[in-house]
């Protein structure tokens, strides 16, 4: 069970007669809390806006700002907007009551107080308190591990860009918002040449370091409506949402020439890396697979004639 230390406990006490507070403040010492106490509303409001209470013991009927208003000022203070609150007070009229619950009051204790009662109501609300705490913070945990874990389905572990499943799925919509809209868009898939040389001659920890930089590369490179992914190994995918084959060339020429001027390091030593582009323009009637084959085609054609090249698909 989740243990409590009560000298971590913060309780403000707010009342106008002095031994009203010496007495509430001893009863709850004996259990070692950290007390806090003010005499009126307003020297409750300052102690609230400079410190986070786990509890406040507010009471009802004070000159100037009684604890009604008191209770609502504390309510608009960020650090205790949800702290619980429990009116101290003499009389118990319905209509009070209730009026005190609307305002957000948690609970109400009578005075003179029993000791007892008062450490137990005392304990319930710290206990509640702390508990809606950790399930808060369980539950923020809970949260980003699950927007980490949804992450992780959509993206590639070592380069951050989306992942073949991903694009896949938005290659797809893209056929469909083509046939039904009649506009353009293109792919391009691109490969890293003599990828398999930098591993075996600087070694797979620089290779990643290449994929990591190229990807952040051709990512800064495009436009905010375009995709980059890691298609598998060394290859990488684009696709570009209304755009002609023609700018697909252009846009793939620009990161061509990006990559191959950009030195890497391994060993100490300053290397080159450059790539080939296969592209693919849509066009009515296409499927995901008939693109990504001619696209994957044009590419083949690159890596054999030369590399370091673009290649448009012929129709």
Known sequence: MYRIDNKSVKILIVDDTPENLEIAGSILARDQYDIYIA?????????????????ILLDLMMPGLDGFETCIQIRKIPIN????????????????VIRGFEIGASDYIRKPF??????????THV?????????????????RALAYARSLARTDELTGLLNRREINALIEYEVVRAERSKHEFSI???????????NDVHGHLVGDNVLIEIA???????????????WGGEELLLLLPETTPE?????????RLAVGSYPFSGDGKIFYATMSFGICGHTPGMTLNTLLDRADKALYVGKNTGRNKVVLSEA
């Open 127 to 143: 206990e509640v308190r702390k508990f809606r705490e950790q399930l808060e913070l369980q539950n923020f945990e809970l949260e």
């Open 216 to 230: 952040r590369i051709l990512s800064q490179s495009v436009r905010a409506q375009d995709f980059v992914s890691r």
């Open 114 to 123: 029993n000791p007892v009662e008062l450490l137990a109501r005392v304990k």
């Open 188 to 198: 391009v898939i691109a490969d890293i040449d003599f990828f398999k040389a930098i």
């Open 81 to 96: 907007r949800s702290v619980p609150i429990i009116f101290l007070t003499a009389r118990a009229e319905i209509d009070s």
């Open 247 to 255: 700018e697909a060339v252009e846009l793939a020429n620009r990161l």
């Open 39 to 55: 005499d009126n509303g307003l020297s409750a409001l300052e102690l609230a806006n400079n410190n986070l209470f786990d509890l």
